[in-house]
């Protein structure tokens, strides 16, 4: 398990978080343990990049676009 302030991530999450819809689950059940919505995103991509050696997302504002477009994806349908 890792530890980045209140939140702990089990293993499930962690392999959650290599899917870009994992992530987003993770992120919404990590938000409430942050301030705001930047910070838990700050701090996911601190655990995944210590997992994974690399950043899931380039910024939080494309992250932010990734989940707009997936939910206009789902509306769609």
Do not use: P, W
Request: charged share 30%; aromatic share 16%.
């Amino acid at each position: 398990m890792i530890y980045v302030k209140v939140l702990i991530l089990n293993e499930r999450d962690l392999r959650l978080m290599a899917s870009k819809s994992g992530f987003a689950e993770v992120f919404y059940k990590a938000s409430k343990h942050y301030k705001t919505y930047e910070q838990c995103y700050e701090a996911l991509e601190e655990i995944y990049q210590i997992q994974y050696f690399e950043r899931k997302y380039s910024s939080y504002q494309s992250f932010r676009q990734t989940i707009r477009r997936s939910l206009k994806q789902k509306n769609i349908s």
